[in-house]
């Protein structure tokens, strides 16, 4: 029996909410005065609760008083879920959710209050639209909590960059552990010649620019040199962004004694401004004039946070993965250098649930495309 007069009860609110909706946008039509006083006195009786429920319903029943009662007790959102919980149970048709927030933007109108007051007539006082404004934001600020707490749930973000691609087999490799990695591929040369054709089998690959070291005895052919011309540079550039489509990143191949050149840094970054071409600092060397040849050139400065294969097994690899991952926490993005050696790519695999804590990204995803 007090399921039924509840049902009642409901049914009779969704209709007073509908009642309030036609006289706003009819913006003539006046209530009975009978109806505007009980309505008014619904308000007053219940300004100084918590203001947690939309609309309150004056009913001589002690029984649904204290239910109403109850609902005050709950917080906003709980107090929301209840009612619209209900409210589906009465009718699966009725969506009482947009219906409050039909009625809530109505409230806001300026044309709303406009007429209100016109068809004041001492039925409605200042207050009770006082109070309607007052849930009104209740509701919007509930609404505006819940978007934030969804954005909170975002992983922070880490781009693993492989460095040394050549080979069909490194592409084959890649491509079986199934996880979104930044390829970055030698440019062409006679050792090999079909890099920009393995590129192809990526969505997103970047060139791996073999730079001069201090101390490396096996450099790659071709391999650019502080004292080399701005020419010269600006040559090899543009090929490479000829040879690859699409290129938008080149990351340093050791590069020791190119990259603590701050004069050939300066040369770089301009030839790979003209190409509009981004420069990821592998950071071979703690004395990078990267970030100085960036800021001079006017270009954003990409540097690696960690590397992940300094020794070759499994274990540190894993480890410093979980470094990387951290540091992701920590900043909301990171940057990782692996290479594709066999350990690497194991403890890659190995770790696809510490790997699942963040979102791995490409460098466009973050730098732009």
Known sequence: MLKKKITQIQRFLIIAILFLLCIALALGILLKYQELKNTTNHFAKNNNDRQENLILLEDNNQNKIEMFEDFHDQDKNKSLAILEQEAQKIDNDINLTKMIEQNVSLEKNSTLKSNLSLNNDNNLSLKNTTILENNSSLI?????????????????????????????????????????????????????????????????????????????????????????????????????????????????????????????????????????????????????????????????????????????????????????????????????????????????????????KVELVYLSEIYGK
């Open 140 to 356: 919007e600020q509930n609404l505006s909590t819940q978007t934030i707490q969804k954005k909170d749930k975002h992983l922070p973000k880490l781009a693993i960059i492989i460095d040394d691609m050549a080979s069909a087999s490194q592409v084959r490799n890649l491509k079986t552990l199934n996880l979104k990695l930044n390829p970055s591929f030698f440019p062409p040369d006679k050792n090999h010649p079909n890099t920009p054709k393995l590129a192809s089998n990526f969505n997103f690959y970047m060139v791996h620019l073999p730079l001069a070291a201090i101390h490396y005895n096996k450099p790659e052919l071709d391999t650019l040199n502080p004292n080399d011309s701005e020419e010269r540079i600006f040559k090899k550039i543009a090929q490479i962004k000829k040879d690859f489509k699409n290129l938008k990143y080149i990351n340093n191949h050791t590069g020791s004694l190119f990259t603590s050149n701050e004069k050939a840094m300066k040369n770089l970054y301009e030839a790979l401004k003209s190409q509009n071409l981004l420069f990821v600092d592998s950071k071979t060397i703690g004395n990078s004039k990267a970030l100085k040849a960036s800021k001079e050139t006017a270009m954003v400065y990409i540097q690696r946070d960690i590397f992940l294969d300094n020794e070759d097994n499994v274990a540190y690899v894993k480890k410093q993965l979980l470094s990387a991952v951290r540091l992701a926490q920590k900043k909301g993005f990171a940057i990782a250098i692996g290479h594709p050696r066999k350990n690497t790519l194991k403890a890659l695999e190995e770790s696809k649930d510490l790997l699942a």
